[in-house]
């Protein structure tokens, strides 16, 4: 080759960058170079994580390579110092000798901490400003504080892109950081995200308030930062690169939610049915702070889940019969002059999967639990002339709950002289890596056993019926049902039903697979197969 150093440096920036940025890491060069090109037919724009390798300076020839073979490639080369929460524990001069040869081998962009740049002296910005475009960064590993004043810091220095990284504690600081993008966005390239959990309304919303870019991991376990997401679900369940102004917001909120699958579900019913609507999950540590939230990004949907779903009940401007007669709600809608209306889903997810089976007028059936889910279960028993009986580890909640609805309370001790005619567990006993059953073995005396628990597809519970041969309705049917009723109350559109339900079949099928990779437990895999089928028998029959 007969081309300088500053033939690559001198690499143009297209007028427009793409909306994701891949950072990609690895043990030595080749590892993370081999990424790369897996990476750049979908995702052009890459972030060399340099500070990951032992030894920075062995990949100028391997980077500057890849930049011949792939010309479209635009990267930026980034290394962290171990100060900023990156892994270099170099000096500053050693630090800016790497990103100075990086530029020099291809890299159109180097991305400089504020520290680094404060310890630098003009002429050493201006001369790596001369080599690629200076991407000026600050990272908040503690909280989304004082944003102005930081902005305000970094613009002493000359950059051509600002990055301002802070730390979702609430569901507000999205909100915050959003704001900042939008006052200072036509005036600055900036690039602007949340981390943390929390963080995901920034990147996924932050494109369209003014941030350039946003990254995203190249797989999952190679994030480089708190909360970040991999580029697959940010374009596939997200469909980032659809997101615009006009793309109206909807999530589901909770405390948890991060084993939900309401974003994979509701995402693909939106792309089904063409519908310019993204999907999202919030953490909502406090109800407080989700209607904060709710009220200034505006959302325009809610599915609300434990633990909030009779809380939420008293600050709605209006709901609909069922809520007031549940006293739970589980779907939120908010009108454009920001009026908040609930409805109640649950009752309709839970009834459907259940008349299907067997008529429930005169039905015997045990509800354990007296949260928002058994709420609709007894209440909705109830009105189809079921006999219904309430276990609850709080014997006052259960009483109370009984009185409401004309049903009974039941004692733990008791339930071994019974038999029903269904059991439903409408309970978090079972939910995620929790094994625990609400039931013993001996206890379960029933014809049906529907767990309203979707995640994992095979709870505990749902074992011991099957071993006993009793008849078991999964999660999945009550999850997609609600689900369905939810979209057709926020689009006007008949819900893809079906297509949700496969989804999240698949969705429970791909974690069960990655979890006998990691654990070696096949039977999960199996299990989650054999309640997909059985839900798609309950299409056919239905059909």
Not at 174 to 197: A, P, T, Y
Not at 206 to 235: D, N, W
Not at 269 to 297: P, Q
Not at 389 to 415: C, E, G, P, S, W
């Amino acid at each position: 080759m007969n081309d300088s150093p500053t033939t690559y440096a001198r690499r143009l920036l297209p007028i427009r960058l793409p909306r994701v940025c891949v950072a990609v890491t690895g043990s030595d060069i080749n590892e993370m170079v081999e990424k790369a090109e897996s990476l750049v037919r979908d995702n052009p724009l890459i972030e060399f994580r340099l500070d990951y390798l032992k030894n920075p300076a062995t990949a100028y020839q391997r980077l500057r390579r890849l930049f011949e073979y792939r010309p479209d490639a635009i990267a930026i080369a980034t290394c962290r110092r171990a100060v900023n929460g990156g892994k270099f524990r170099g000096s500053v001069a050693a630090q800016l000798e790497i990103l100075t040869k990086a530029a020099a081998a291809g890299c159109q962009m180097v991305d400089v901490e504020l520290e680094t740049a404060a310890a630098l002296k003009p002429a050493e910005i201006e001369k790596l400003r001369s080599r690629a475009s200076l991407i000026l960064s600050h990272h908040d590993f503690r909280a989304t504080r004082k944003i102005d004043e930081t902005f305000d810091r970094m613009k002493q220095f000359p950059a051509d892109f600002f990055k301002v990284v802070t730390t979702a504690t609430s569901l507000y600081d999205n909100v915050l950081m959003m704001k900042f993008l939008q006052q200072n966005g036509d005036r600055h390239s900036l690039i602007g995200l949340c981390m943390g959990e929390q963080g995901i309304i920034s990147r996924v919303l932050g494109l369209r308030a003014g941030s350039a870019f946003t990254f995203v991991a190249a797989s999952a376990g190679e994030e480089t930062a708190p909360g970040q997401i991999t580029a697959r679900e940010l374009r596939d369940t997200y469909r980032i690169e659809q997101v615009d102004a006009a793309t109206r917001v909807y999530g589901v909120a909770g405390d948890p939610v991060s084993q939900s699958l309401s974003p994979v579900m509701m995402n693909a019913a939106f792309r089904r049915e063409n519908v310019n609507a993204v999907y999202l999950s919030l953490h909502a540590k406090s109800l407080d702070d989700l209607l904060r939230c709710v009220r200034d990004i505006p959302i325009h949907g809610l599915s609300i889940t434990m633990p909030y779903k009779q809380a939420i009940v008293e600050h709605l401007d209006n709901s609909d019969p069922l809520t007031q007669k549940v006293g739970a709600c589980n779907t939120v809608v908010r009108s454009q002059d920001g009026k908040i209306y609930g409805f109640n889903t649950d009752v309709a997810g839970i009834i459907s999967p259940l008349e299907q089976r067997i008529a429930l007028s005169g039905a015997r059936v045990l509800v354990i639990g007296a949260g928002g889910a058994a709420r609709a279960a007894v209440f909705a028993l109830r009105s189809r002339n079921a006999e219904v009986f309430i276990l609850n580890r709080t014997a006052a909640n259960a009483q109370k709950l009984a009185r409401q609805a004309h049903a009974k309370t039941v004692k733990r001790a008791d339930i071994k002289k019974l038999s029903f005619d269904i059991i439903i567990n409408a309970t978090p006993l079972g939910m995620g890596a929790n094994k625990q059953s609400p039931l013993d073995e001996k206890e379960i005396r029933a014809k049906y056993v529907f767990d309203l628990v979707y995640n994992p597809a095979e709870t505990r519970l749902m074992k011991m019926a099957r071993a006993q041969g009793l008849h078991v309705i999964g999660g999945i049917e009550m999850f997609a049902n609600q689900g369905a009723r939810q979209f057709e109350i926020w689009t006007g559109k008949p819900s893809p039903k079906d297509e949700m339900r496969y989804v999240v079949s698949r969705a429970l099928e791909d974690r069960a697979a990655s979890e006998e990779k990691t654990n070696g437990k096949p039977a999960a895999k199996a299990a989650t197969k054999a309640v997909a089928r059985t839900a798609n028998k309950t299409v056919q029959r239905k059909k």
